[in-house]
Antibody
Framework: QITLKESGPSLVKPTQTLTLTCTFS??????????VGWIRQPPGTALEWLAL???????RYSPSLRSRLTITKDTSKNQVVLTMTNMDPVDTATYYC????????????WGQGILVTVSS | QSALTQPASVSGSPGQSITIPCTGT?????????VSWYQQYPGKAPKLIIY???DRPSGVSNRFSGSKSGNTASLTISGLQAEDEADYYC????????????FGGGTKLTVL
């Protein structure tokens, strides 16, 4: 059974950089046709795709957040890392790690989510 | 503002059927058969219940069904049960960005 789990800080200050790690099991990003990404959900509102990285290191970003996001993978550790710069209180949200297959446009496995609050 | 439009809330009584619409454009819902639906309980991660418009993952009840007509996709839940009370989100392929997926704003289902 594929599992994903997010880790990182629960609280960051405005202007700081957020670094989140997704650690996954039962699949490998060295195998073709697999992608891992990040989706966030502000309290009480909708889901928003942030970034996605495929096994061939192809990276995709939300157009509106592209300048602030970097996604990388560490295949040996089964991890994907997302950094988001210049955090603002409007970035307060639950951040989910997501598994998506190449050529498929749905998330079939989700992490449990991590709530990140941006406040001074 | 989400790319796909869903009603904020729907309600129904146990045993009834309800339908949740998800409206997009020809660049997403109307142009491709890649609509998905997710069920989310409070404080939990979303769960995939429909993909590719009308396919169900293994283990998802056949009370959940999906369809599409033009630029509007629909999720139908038949034989409504108390446990179906949750938020429901649609998602679709979109040609408008390179992530290729957009979500709806979500619909709160209340079982009366």
């Amino acid at each position: 059974q594929i599992t994903l789990k997010e880790s990182g800080p629960s609280l960051v200050k405005p202007t700081q950089t957020l670094t989140l790690t997704c650690t996954f099991s039962e699949f490998s990003l060295s195998t073709g046709g697999v992608g891992v990404g990040w989706i966030r959900q502000p309290p009480g509102t909708a889901l928003e795709w942030l970034a996605l990285i495929y096994s061939d290191d192809d990276k995709r970003y939300s157009p509106s957040l592209r300048s602030r996001l970097t996604i990388t993978k560490d295949t040996s550790k089964n991890q994907v890392v997302l950094t988001m710069t210049n955090m603002d209180p409007v970035d307060t949200a639950t951040y989910y790690c997501a598994h998506r297959r190449a050529g498929k446009y749905y998330v079939d496995y989700w992490g449990q989510g991590i709530l990140v609050t941006v406040s001074s | 503002q989400s790319a796909l439009t869903q009603p904020a809330s729907v309600s129904g009584s146990p045993g009834q059927s309800i339908t949740i619409p998800c409206t997009g454009t020809s660049s997403d819902v109307g142009g491709y058969n890649y609509v998905s639906w997710y069920q989310q309980y409070p404080g939990k991660a979303p769960k995939l219940i429909i993909y590719d418009v009308s396919d169900r993952p293994s283990g998802v009840s056949n009370r959940f069904s999906g369809s599409k007509s033009g630029n509007t996709a629909s999720l139908t839940i038949s034989g409504l049960q108390a446990e179906d009370e949750a938020d429901y989100y649609c998602g679709s392929y979109t040609s408008s960005n390179t992530l290729y997926v957009v979500f709806g704003g979500g619909t709160k289902l209340t079982v009366l």
